[in-house]
């Protein structure tokens, strides 16, 4: 059984307004299904998405591993399929499905890797040589230290509006809608306000293109990329590595495991979690390093 267009509309329907899931996991889950179909077409063709088996769905899974494929990309594409098929038994197209059965994929746990403060301010230096405009410069290093300063998602940031600016306040929609205020320090105010000043458009958004529209993340994952190679800097370093190094170093001054999960906006606490393991990975580390005894090779015991 093939899903109609009309159909598939209903279900991206149904997932913005049902589930009120964020624009970008809609397009990641569409984007799924419409790959798993291509896949499909050469893979058994006489199969539709609507009626496959597991085996059709664990070799797709295993398909997008071995093209090199995110982990966590490659184990999402179950979820959007299994999205799909309770959309088609909640209206009636299809009876049952195997594929709601079938276990995610386990993903090995990987911590995020933060940047050095050193790292974080050759970044910066970097924009004045990717780019030429002095606005599009401060536009950069802007966005770049207002991500630092608050953690938020790089969706989340080029999606405010000079309306947002509220004092020393910044009015966030994160996922799922979800508003929270994000305190804004006086110093990335003023680097803000700056670039605003400067930038030629007039505009609702606050990080705007060279042609006055609303700043896509490609871009600024290309700025990253730039830098990357022109100062000689790991893969990991992203826009997103930019919110783990945030959270990683809030976490390292307070130890608030809470107040670190109101700034990044995460719903629960188990996602805020791994910073708190990340700190304790670069305590050990740092104690191992430098405590006295750490050099010592003998060990001591106490009689008792």
Avoid at 126 to 153: F, H, M, P
Wanted: charged share 25%; proline share 4%; with cysteine.
């Amino acid at each position: 059984m093939v899903v109609c267009n009309n159909n598939l509309k209903k279900w991206v329907n149904h997932m913005t307004v049902n589930l009120n899931y964020s624009k970008n996991t809609v397009d990641s889950y569409v984007y799924d299904v419409t790959q798993f179909e291509k896949f499909l077409r050469v893979y058994s063709p006489d199969v539709g998405i609507a009626n496959v088996s597991k085996q059709e769905v664990r070799a797709w899974i295993l398909s997008r591993y071995n093209t090199g494929c995110d982990p966590k990309s490659a184990a999402r594409g179950l979820s959007s399929i299994k999205n799909l098929h309770r959309f088609l038994i909640d209206e009636g197209i299809v009876k049952k499905s195997d594929i709601l059965s079938m276990r995610r994929p386990k993903i090995a746990r990987t911590l995020p890797r933060p940047l050095t403060v050193k790292q974080l301010n050759d970044v910066i230096e970097a924009t004045q040589e990717v780019k030429k405009t002095d606005w599009i410069i401060n536009r950069d290093k802007a966005l770049i230290v207002l991500l630092y300063s608050t953690g938020l998602r790089i969706s989340e940031a080029l999606s405010l509006k000079k309306k947002d600016l509220n004092g020393d306040f910044l009015n966030v929609i994160g996922k799922g809608g979800k508003a929270r205020i994000v305190p804004l320090l006086p110093a990335v105010k003023a680097v803000i306000i700056d670039y605003m000043k400067e930038c030629p458009f007039t505009s609702e958004y606050i990080f705007v293109n060279r042609f006055g529209e609303k700043l896509h993340a490609c871009t600024t994952q290309g700025l990253m990329r730039k830098i990357r190679k022109l100062i000689n800097l790991p893969e990991n370093i992203t826009p997103h590595a930019i919110r783990h190094t945030c959270a990683t170093h809030v976490m390292e001054q307070t130890g608030d495991l809470r107040s670190v999960q109101e700034l990044l906006g995460h719903k629960s606490v188990c996602s805020t979690q791994v910073y708190a393991d990340v700190t304790s990975r670069l305590l050990n580390k740092t104690y191992n390093k430098c405590h006295p005894l750490a050099c010592k090779k003998q060990s001591y015991t106490t009689n008792s």
